[in-house]
């Protein structure tokens, strides 16, 4: 175990362990107000006495990899680390009820965990995705608070990544709705691809209606993914009740966090950055060339490291790092701000032309009119590539079989004459009217190089106002990139009804997303005059 450990160390280039030796306590049961016991292994340095506890709650079992992975690391390191099975996980009691436990079952194992003679009362939290907010449903409400936080690509919220602009994310949904069904009978812990699984998973995407795509992705209900195809608003209470935000504020904890620009989190992410920091609090971020993946998981335990060092051990060595290091795709540079988005960056309209033309100037006149294309549920527009969970075909892909589609608008400038830098968020304008008043708007940007390759770098999608008439202006928030686009590529623009199977088809009848079976094409135009200046927004760092 020793070299083993050695080589990992070695493998995410931390700093050498200070304490070899760690004894782990395995299956704790830790007691709920309402009886339910939920299970606990427990690693520290061999013989230590009371230290602080660094509390890592998963529902994806504490035997996993990377749990016992982190959890060893800490440990080697001085710190005493808690990881926990969440309630109907893995021998935990209760039912797994996705979000909605999390804050209770949190607080009451803070107080135990308290009330031990081995915890000294200090308590700090550290993990990533669903683990990352378990920490956001206890830190905001615990007294007294924690110590410190460790949040690697998650969110306060997740109604927002869940619904981009509204719009039910299908193939993320899906595919962690079949990991959470299935994953306590996965070959090998689940270390490995079950092939014939994901196969079935994707056929499921096609399936209608969406309510009960679980029993054909795996065979099975999955709760989760029924309850989240049922509660659409923003305003239902399924959906408030789990979100920290408000309270993430006037939370006094300070906080790292890891992400990446392909992480489908990142957007939640940055508006609990950025508002942490605009209420006065210790926070800082590193953004990486990563998605949902390892790339991600080992930034976030070096980081864990440094942070927990820091503020556990008295280790401030690093805590002069800047708030925000971010890293530059294309440019392999990694930069450091104060404040996010950088105060160098300048939003800049690229506005749609006639004739399939991008310009940074408004189109003159008329424009030569609407560009017409019709959108068919019953043959949706595929995409390619983005912020995926399923690491095969995420971030960036070739869109040119996507681009000479009849339902894809496709929109290109001309060579760049110099490097053009992005960094920060982006946002699209887009005047559109369709002829059913159920639809939805999807907006990518691409970097397309000097051999005609078109890269996908950002996009966003929105569900247009239900039953609206005439010309609508649509906002489409796109996700924030840090991106440079080298001399002689060109931008471009392409405009759809929607992104399948990334997102769920809009089925153009107005019927309510788990249970729609009834399709019918919707007809688009998309204006760009003088009156009506379609544009994206681009965060231009420096000048262009």
Same mark, same amino acid.
């Given at each position: 175990?020793?070299?083993?450990?050695?080589?990992?160390?070695?493998?995410?280039?931390?700093?050498?362990?200070? +304490?070899?030796?760690?004894?782990?306590?395995?299956?704790?049961?830790?007691?709920?107000?309402?009886?339910?016991?939920?299970?606990?292994?427990?690693?520290?340095?061999?013989?230590?006495?009371?230290?602080?506890?660094?509390?890592?709650?998963?529902?994806?079992?504490?035997?996993?990899?990377?749990?016992?992975?982190?959890?060893?690391?800490?440990?080697?390191?001085?710190?005493?680390?808690?990881?926990?099975?969440?309630?109907?996980?893995?021998?935990?009691?209760?039912?797994?009820?996705?979000?909605?436990?999390?804050?209770?079952?949190?607080?009451?194992?803070?107080?135990?965990?308290?009330?031990?003679?081995?915890?000294?009362?200090?308590?700090?939290?550290?993990?990533?995705?669903?683990?990352?907010?378990?920490?956001?449903?206890?830190?905001?409400?615990?007294?007294?608070?924690?110590?410190?936080?460790?949040?690697?690509? %998650?969110?306060?919220?997740?109604?927002?990544?869940?619904?981009?602009?509204?719009?039910?994310?299908?193939?993320?949904?899906?595919?962690?709705?079949?990991?959470?069904?299935?994953?306590?009978?996965?070959?090998?812990?689940?270390?490995?691809?079950?092939?014939?699984?994901?196969?079935?998973?994707?056929?499921?995407?096609?399936?209608?209606?969406?309510?009960?795509?679980?029993?054909?992705?795996?065979?099975?209900?999955?709760?989760?993914?029924?309850?989240?195809?049922?509660?659409?608003?923003?305003?239902?209470?399924?959906?408030?009740?789990?979100?920290?935000?408000?309270?993430?504020?006037?939370?006094?904890?300070? %906080?790292?966090?890891?992400?990446?620009?392909?992480?489908?989190?990142?957007?939640?992410?940055?508006?609990?950055?950025?508002?942490?920091?605009?209420?006065?609090?210790?926070?800082?971020?590193?953004?990486?060339?990563?998605?949902?993946?390892?790339?991600?998981?080992?930034?976030?335990?070096?980081?864990?490291?440094?942070?927990?060092?820091?503020?556990?051990?008295?280790?401030?060595?690093?805590?002069?790092?800047?708030?925000?290091?971010?890293?530059?795709? =294309?440019?392999?540079?990694?930069?450091?701000?104060?404040?996010?988005?950088?105060?160098?960056?300048?939003?800049?309209?690229?506005?749609?032309?006639?004739?399939?033309?991008?310009?940074?100037?408004?189109?003159?006149?008329?424009?030569?009119?609407?560009?017409?294309?019709?959108?068919?549920?019953?043959?949706?527009?595929?995409?390619?590539?983005?912020?995926?969970?399923?690491?095969?075909?995420?971030?960036?892909?070739?869109?040119?079989?996507?681009?000479?589609?009849?339902?894809?608008?496709?929109? +290109?400038?001309?060579?760049?004459?110099?490097?053009?830098?992005?960094?920060?968020?982006?946002?699209?304008?887009?005047?559109?009217?369709?002829?059913?008043?159920?639809?939805?708007?999807?907006?990518?940007?691409?970097?397309?190089?000097?051999?005609?390759?078109?890269?996908?770098?950002?996009?966003?999608?929105?569900?247009?106002?239900?039953?609206?008439?005439?010309?609508?202006?649509?906002?489409?928030?796109?996700?924030?990139?840090?991106?440079?686009?080298?001399?002689?590529? =060109?931008?471009?623009?392409?405009?759809?009804?929607?992104?399948?199977?990334?997102?769920?088809?809009?089925?153009?009848?107005?019927?309510?997303?788990?249970?729609?079976?009834?399709?019918?094409?919707?007809?688009?135009?998309?204006?760009?005059?003088?009156?009506?200046?379609?544009?994206?927004?681009?965060?231009?760092?420096?000048?262009?």
């Amino acid at each position: 175990m020793g070299v083993l450990s050695r080589l990992f160390d070695r493998f995410l280039d931390l700093p050498p362990a200070s +304490t070899p030796d760690v004894e782990v306590t395995r299956d704790l049961p830790v007691p709920m107000p309402d009886g339910v016991v939920l299970l606990a292994d427990r690693y520290r340095p061999r013989g230590a006495g009371p230290l602080p506890v660094v509390l890592m709650r998963t529902p994806y079992g504490k035997h996993k990899f990377d749990a016992k992975g982190t959890a060893r690391v800490l440990a080697r390191r001085g710190m005493q680390v808690v990881v926990q099975n969440a309630r109907g996980t893995f021998g935990s009691g209760g039912r797994f009820s996705a979000f909605h436990q999390e804050k209770d079952d949190g607080l009451a194992t803070a107080a135990w965990l308290r009330e031990q003679g081995w915890c000294d009362g200090r308590l700090a939290m550290a993990g990533a995705s669903y683990v990352g907010y378990t920490q956001w449903a206890v830190g905001p409400y615990l007294d007294p608070p924690l110590e410190a936080m460790c949040l690697g690509v %998650t969110a306060s919220e997740f109604r927002t990544t869940f619904y981009p602009g509204g719009v039910f994310a299908l193939h993320n949904l899906l595919t962690w709705a079949a990991l959470i069904g299935t994953q306590e009978e996965a070959r090998w812990g689940g270390l490995l691809p079950d092939p014939r699984r994901e196969r079935s998973v994707r056929r499921a995407m096609a399936h209608v209606p969406i309510g009960t795509s679980d029993m054909a992705a795996i065979g099975r209900r999955v709760p989760f993914l029924r309850e989240a195809a049922a509660h659409t608003d923003a305003d239902d209470a399924f959906w408030t009740e789990t979100d920290n935000s408000a309270a993430a504020v006037r939370m006094t904890t300070p %906080t790292s966090m890891v992400t990446g620009w392909w992480d489908l989190l990142l957007p939640a992410q940055l508006r609990d950055f950025a508002a942490l920091r605009e209420a006065g609090r210790r926070s800082r971020i590193l953004i990486g060339p990563w998605g949902h993946d390892l790339g991600a998981l080992r930034a976030l335990l070096s980081d864990e490291v440094s942070w927990l060092s820091a503020h556990l051990l008295g280790d401030t060595a690093q805590l002069q790092r800047p708030p925000v290091r971010l890293h530059l795709q =294309r440019a392999n540079r990694w930069l450091d701000f104060d404040r996010w988005p950088p105060e160098q960056s300048r939003p800049t309209p690229l506005h749609l032309l006639p004739h399939r033309g991008l310009g940074w100037d408004v189109p003159p006149g008329e424009g030569g009119g609407p560009d017409r294309f019709e959108y068919d549920p019953a043959r949706p527009t595929r995409s390619r590539g983005g912020p995926l969970l399923d690491m095969r075909v995420s971030k960036q892909r070739d869109n040119r079989d996507i681009e000479p589609r009849s339902d894809v608008l496709v929109y +290109t400038g001309a060579p760049l004459p110099r490097d053009l830098d992005l960094i920060g968020p982006v946002s699209a304008t887009v005047y559109v009217r369709t002829d059913t008043g159920y639809a939805d708007l999807f907006v990518r940007v691409c970097d397309v190089d000097a051999s005609g390759v078109s890269r996908n770098v950002t996009d966003g999608i929105l569900r247009l106002p239900s039953g609206g008439e005439g010309v609508v202006r649509a906002e489409v928030e796109l996700h924030p990139t840090g991106y440079r686009f080298l001399r002689g590529h =060109r931008l471009r623009v392409q405009v759809a009804g929607g992104a399948f199977p990334r997102f769920a088809r809009n089925h153009g009848t107005g019927d309510p997303v788990e249970s729609a079976v009834r399709t019918r094409v919707t007809r688009f135009e998309i204006f760009h005059d003088a009156e009506h200046p379609s544009a994206v927004t681009l965060p231009v760092f420096g000048g262009h």
